[in-house]
């Protein structure tokens, strides 16, 4: 700051601090000292070559966000325990991979969070009748994917087999997560079960669905 300037500051605010009868002196002097810092700040500007409209304008501009790899497919939690799902193909709703290739990943808990029902049936593999739960393979698919023909179900063993979106849609089609209650091992169709209701649908009983009930599934491919 100038001599000249310097001067003027001091005279002014020698003024401000005498002592006054309305007791506002105190006040007086906190807004003139607002003052003199913004206008400080204003010929400090305009010494740099900038003016201070410049600087209000660039104070008005939001701070950019950061952008989520996936953009718009931050719809989906992110596990956070162990993987027993990832679901690849035309993932719409997805937590991992890239924008270009978004994947959904499910953890058990996310899997038995979502609406479950109970499949109580003979299966061509256990004896009498077994209750299974799960979610509705539709009601998964509908969450994470749009516009699904054929849901290719791979097995922890590279096993896998293409289900029609039609069968999937017709009949309520479980991603088993339990039988009688309990986590399924995977010595014991586990830890997911692809499992039609072979009971309430006879004629189900056919070599072609007995293939497409994949057990052990580690994951789907959407097409």
């Known amino acids: 700051m100038t001599g000249r300037f310097k001067a003027i500051w001091t005279e002014a605010e020698s003024t401000l601090v005498a002592p006054d009868k309305t007791g506002k002196t105190a006040v007086a002097i906190r807004a003139w000292r607002g003052a003199r810092r913004v ?20 104070a008005s501009v939001p ?3 950061e952008s989520h790899p996936l953009k718009a497919n ?13 679901i690849s193909g035309v993932v719409t709703c997805g937590n991992a991979g890239s924008e270009a290739s978004p994947l959904a990943r ?6 038995e969070a979502l609406p479950s029902r109970v499949n109580a049936t003979h299966t061509p593999w256990t004896q009498g009748v077994v209750r299974f739960s799960g979610p509705l393979l539709r009601e998964l698919i509908q969450r994470v994917g749009q516009d699904v023909s054929t849901v290719s179900v791979k097995a922890i063993n590279d096993f ?30 586990g830890p997911l079960f692809i499992l039609y ?18 057990w052990q599934v580690n994951g789907l491919v959407l097409r």
């Not at 499910?106 to 899997?111: A, R, T, W």
């Not at 293409?162 to 986590?183: C, K």
């Not at 209701?197 to 994949?214: G, K």
């Open 74 to 86: 931050e719809c989906l939690p992110a596990p956070k325990g162990k993987v027993v799902l990832t």
């Open 39 to 58: 206008s400080s700040l204003c010929l400090a500007l305009l010494a740099a070559g900038i003016a201070p409209s410049a600087l209000a304008a660039h």
């Open 106 to 111: 499910f953890d058990m808990p996310m899997l």
């Open 197 to 214: 209701p072979f009971d309430a649908h006879p004629e189900l009983m056919t070599e072609e669905i007995r293939f497409r009930s994949v």
């Open 63 to 65: 701070p950019a966000r």
């Open 160 to 189: 896998s087999a293409d289900i029609p979106m039609s069968d999937i849609t017709r009949y309520e089609v479980l991603l088993a997560t339990r039988r009688d209650g309990e986590p399924m091992p995977v010595r014991d169709f």
